[in-house]
Nanobody, 119 residues
Framework: QVQLVESGGGSVQAGGSLRLSCAASGRTFSSYDIGWFRQAPGKEREFVARISWNNGSRRYADSVKGRFTISSDNVQKTVYLQMNSLKSEDTAVYYC????????????WGQGTQVTVSS
């Protein structure tokens, strides 16, 4: 089993920055992708960013390109989401999730962390 725990959420004014962390434990992660997703009130959950733990390849949603950066620390088994130039529309609960590389579905999810951006 893979356990994921997010942290780093909070409240910030528009234009500010936050860094979210996703600490992973339970299994070896070299064959996993770790993704960040978010869900705003009344909206469906949406993809934000993804990183391959194996080769470090990254992918971003168009809405966050140039503002958010996903990175990993393989020693600490932690994935980070650095969020800069935050906008009110970034307000959501942010979740990290894991899937076996090559799989479509994310099979393991964290509990989520709230990010609130005030304008």
């Amino acid at each position: 089993q893979v356990q994921l725990v997010e942290s780093g959420g909070g409240s910030v004014q528009a234009g500010g920055s936050l860094r979210l962390s996703c600490a992973a434990s339970g299994r070896t992660f070299s064959s996993y992708d770790i993704g960040w997703f978010r869900q705003a009130p009344g909206k469906e959950r949406e993809f934000v960013a993804r990183i391959s733990w194996n080769n470090g390849s990254r992918r971003y949603a168009d809405s966050v390109k140039g503002r958010f950066t996903i990175s990993s620390d393989n020693v600490q088994k932690t994935v980070y989401l650095q969020m800069n130039s935050l906008k009110s529309e970034d307000t959501a609960v942010y979740y990290c999730a894991a899937r076996y590389s090559g799989s479509y579905d994310y099979s393991h999810w964290g509990q989520g962390t709230q990010v609130t951006v005030s304008s």
